[in-house]
Nanobody
Framework: QLQAFGGGLVQAWGSLRLSCAAS????????MAWFRQAPGKEREFVAA????????TYTDSVKGRFTISRMNAKNTVYLQMNSLKPEDTAVYYC?????????????????????WGQGTQVTVSS
């Protein structure tokens, strides 16, 4: 089970921090990620982080503004979002793959992830 928190309404250029806690699984999985879905659009990849190496991947539109991190002891992943823009408005979902090894070319694919949180709304006003 994944539970996401931290969404809200913020003005452009503001900041928000999303959190996602994973529970109910004892196996160590490789990667956790954030996706987002704006009204009328497909769910898209935002960022991912690997459990062991801490290696991160970002979609181009958030590079330099968003930072993904994780605390393995708490099985929690975070998304720090700075310099928010109206086009960042979406429901944000955290996701986790059940695989212990995810190859690089699969990191951005929705099908890679087996577990999804309930989503948290982020609204950025102009």
């Amino acid at each position: 089970q994944l539970q996401a928190f931290g969404g809200g309404l913020v003005q452009a250029w503001g900041s928000l921090r999303l959190s996602c806690a994973a529970s109910g699984r004892t196996s160590s999985t490789d990667i956790m990620a954030w996706f987002r879905q704006a009204p009328g659009k497909e769910r898209e990849f935002v960022a991912a982080i690997r459990r062991i190496s801490g290696a991160t991947t970002y979609t181009d539109s958030v590079k330099g503004r968003f930072t993904i991190s994780r605390m393995n002891a708490k099985n929690t992943v975070y998304l720090q979002m700075n310099s928010l823009k109206p086009e960042d408005t979406a429901v944000y979902y955290c996701a986790e793959s059940s695989s212990t090894t995810v190859i690089d070319i699969r990191v951005r694919a929705r099908a890679t992830y087996d577990y999804w949180g309930q989503g948290t709304q982020v609204t950025v006003s102009s």
